[in-house]
């Protein structure tokens, strides 16, 4: 069965801080996708990044970066001199090969206080 | 404004009032979803049409009733709600294609409080 788990339910950092969102999942599919999604007090969640599971290359993308490690089954991200806009829910999800089905974690809410 | 459009945003409704949501997207499309999102729970997934055809239903009571009359539009009609119904209910498109997945792009959601 597939499952995401987020074991952070709420982080609070200062402005400039670093800070690292954790992200677990289990699959049995050797073929699968990761995403992670900001979901902001408006509501609507915003699309960050998707990782497929044979691209184990990390990524950056200015203050963010995403560390995808197979042998643990984490996908966990980052963000560098974190800022008050960063201030969000955010969310990881799964989807297995050859379904479109996204299965999302319960989220980790980011406060960052100025 | 996203490419996924939700109304309305906010919705208060009585236990034996019928109303509807509406999800568009602009994006072309091939797949659109609903889900539930509740305090303190995951996102769970209600519905999902894939070429306008329903593919799942995820255990959603009948009170709950979704309309997909094209790839574009995506209704949810509500009928006799539950207070626990009270939720944001958000609406996703996505294009679907064999062998990749890119995620879903999701709307602004609706605010739903049934009283």
């Known amino acids: 069965a597939q499952k995401v788990t987020q074991a952070q339910t709420e982080i609070s950092v200062v402005e400039k801080e670093d800070v690292t969102l954790d992200c677990v999942y289990e699959t049995r599919d050797t073929t699968y996708y990761l995403f992670w999604y900001k979901q902001p007090p408006s509501g609507e969640l915003v699309f960050l990044i998707r990782r497929n599971s044979f691209d184990e290359q990390n990524e950056i993308s200015g203050r963010y970066s995403w560390n995808f490690q197979k042998s643990t089954s984490s996908f966990n991200f980052t963000i560098t001199a974190s800022q008050v806009v960063d201030s969000a829910v955010y969310f990881c999800?799964?989807?297995?090969?050859?379904?479109?089905?996204?299965?999302f974690g319960t989220g980790t809410r980011l406060q960052v206080f100025p | 404004e996203t490419g996924v459009t939700q109304t309305p945003r906010h919705l208060v409704m009585g236990m034996t009032n019928k109303k509807s949501l509406k999800c568009e997207q602009h994006?072309?499309?091939?797949?659109m979803y609903w889900y539930k999102q509740s305090a303190k729970k995951p996102l769970e997934l209600m519905f999902v049409y894939n070429f306008k055809e329903q593919t799942e239903n995820n255990s959603v009571p009948s009170r709950f009733s979704p309309e997909c009359p094209n790839s574009s539009h995506l209704f949810l009609h509500l009928h006799t709600l539950q207070p626990e119904d009270s939720a944001l209910y958000l609406c996703?498109?996505?294009?679907?294609?064999?062998?990749?997945?890119?995620?879903?792009?999701f709307g602004s959601g609706t605010r739903l409080t049934v009283v």
């Open positions: 999800a799964l989807s297995e090969d050859n379904t479109d089905k996204l299965i």
């Open positions: 994006l072309g499309h091939n797949a």
């Open positions: 996703a498109s996505s294009q679907v294609e064999v062998q990749s997945n890119y995620g879903y792009t």
